[in-house]
Every structure is written in C-alpha cells, then in structure tokens.
C-alpha cells in the first residue's frame, strides 16, 4: 500500500518549496489536499509526480508547482469569494477552499462537473459550489469575486470574466503557449485595471479560450 502522506510532504518539500513558494497558507493547502483522490485510479501511484495528469480527453490536473505558484501570486484571504474557471474533477477547488472563505467552480463538462461534485462532497469540501457553464464566461450570478483563478493555459483572458472582479479583486491566469507562456496577475483598483507578468511557466491550455480570429492587412 503506497503511503500517500509520505508523497504529498515529499512534493511539497522537493516541488513547491524549491519553486520560491513561501506562503505558509499555500504549503498547508498542498499538505492537506490528497491528490491522490483527484485523478483516476491507474494514475493514483503517481498522483504526485511533477507532471501534469490527464483526468479526461484534452483535461489535466496542472502539475504541483506552478499551480502553487498560481495560487501563492493571488494572495487569498479567508474572507474572499474565490471564482475557479475549469473545475476539472476538483483539485485546485480543493485547494482554493482551504484558503478563501467560499469558492464557486465552473466546468463545461458534465461528466467532469459530476466527478468534482461527488469527490468534494465526499471529502467534505462544503465551501466549494461547481457549476455546469461554459468556462469563458464565468459565472456572473455569485459575482464580484475578490479572487477569479484560471485552471489551465488560454490565449486571452476574456472581458466576461474582468468583469466580474470586485474592486481590489484579483484574477491569476496563465496566457499564451508552451514555455513562453507567462503567469499574469490583474489587478482591479477604482474600476480600472492593472496587469502585471511575473514568471514565465508552461501548463497544459485550458479549452475554450482561443483567440477570435481578426483581419490583418
């Protein structure tokens, strides 16, 4: 019987920790949600290598430390209302609800929505709330959200969920492709909005978020 205790301290000591993760909320999160629960049962011996892992077609769970990363760059509060975009089976949900004070999830697939719901209730989760919705655009009946996390890679952060920031708020996402792909932070102060890059990073892209197509001469 592998002993999974054992794995998650040891990815959080050789994987996070070693990326400049510092945050002792964040370490803690990592430390308490077993990953393990989160992917398929042929891939739960692996559950914490540093890769990511496919949860469905086209659909993985990011690996361990630029999601640490992510969630270390929007600096959550217990107070915060926390809006995920891709819910994927749960995972960084998990994580999320150990650092805000209540998440909201969305996910466009069914059988994806109805994994998360089943795994987070069973492990007693209850501050996370998964919604079927299309991904780009939110879910604007719980907004503003102080915190708005982007699971996964996209090409642009759409206006639809800009919008949906209170002020202060903040929204984490990784744009672009592959290694050149950058972690932004927006920041929303007095209505107008502030965008800053901070650490180039490659995750799997998240579907839905392409670009329209636009005429150039």
Same mark, same amino acid.
């Given at each position: 019987? =592998?002993?999974?205790?054992?794995?998650?301290?040891?990815?959080?000591?050789?994987?996070?920790?070693?990326?400049?993760?510092?945050?002792?909320?964040? /370490?803690?999160?990592?430390? %308490?949600?077993?990953?393990?629960?989160? #992917?398929?049962?042929?891939?739960?011996?692996?559950?914490?290598?540093?890769?990511?892992?496919?949860?469905?077609?086209?659909?993985?769970? =990011?690996?361990?430390?630029? /999601?640490?990363?992510?969630?270390?760059?929007?600096?959550?509060?217990?107070?915060?209302?926390?809006?995920?975009?891709?819910?994927?089976?749960?995972?960084?949900?998990?994580?999320?609800?150990?650092?805000?004070?209540? +998440? +909201? %999830? *969305?996910?466009?697939?069914?059988?994806?929505?109805?994994?998360? #719901?089943?795994?987070?209730?069973? /492990?007693?989760?209850?501050? #996370?709330?998964?919604? @079927?919705?299309?991904?780009?655009?939110?879910?604007?009946?719980?907004?503003?959200?102080?915190?708005?996390?982007?699971?996964?890679? #996209?090409?642009?952060?759409?206006?639809?969920?800009?919008?949906?920031?209170?002020?202060?708020?903040?929204? +984490?996402?990784? *744009?672009? @492709?592959?290694?050149?792909?950058?972690?932004?932070? /927006?920041?929303?102060? @007095?209505?107008?909005?502030?965008?800053?890059? @901070?650490?180039?990073?490659? +995750?799997?892209?998240?579907?839905?978020?392409?670009?329209?197509?636009?005429?150039?001469?």
């Amino acid at each position: 019987m =592998m002993d999974f205790e054992a794995a998650r301290t040891k990815m959080v000591d050789n994987q996070i920790r070693t990326t400049d993760v510092t945050s002792h909320s964040v /370490l803690q999160a990592f430390l %308490s949600v077993p990953r393990e629960e989160f #992917v398929p049962a042929k891939l739960k011996p692996i559950a914490y290598i540093d890769e990511d892992l496919e949860i469905a077609t086209g659909r993985y769970l =990011m690996e361990a430390s630029p /999601l640490a990363k992510l969630l270390q760059l929007a600096r959550i509060g217990k107070d915060d209302l926390a809006l995920e975009v891709g819910c994927g089976t749960g995972y960084a949900a998990a994580l999320l609800s150990q650092l805000a004070g209540s +998440v +909201v %999830s *969305v996910e466009a697939d069914e059988q994806l929505c109805s994994q998360a #719901v089943e795994i987070l209730s069973r /492990l007693g989760y209850d501050n #996370v709330a998964v919604v @079927h919705g299309e991904m780009e655009k939110g879910y604007p009946t719980e907004a503003p959200y102080d915190i708005i996390f982007v699971n996964g890679a #996209v090409e642009e952060v759409p206006a639809a969920l800009i919008e949906q920031l209170r002020d202060g708020g903040r929204l +984490v996402a990784v *744009v672009g @492709h592959g290694n050149a792909a950058q972690a932004r932070l /927006l920041t929303k102060e @007095h209505g107008a909005i502030s965008e800053t890059a @901070h650490f180039n990073t490659s +995750v799997k892209q998240l579907p839905g978020f392409q670009k329209e197509p636009s005429f150039v001469f």
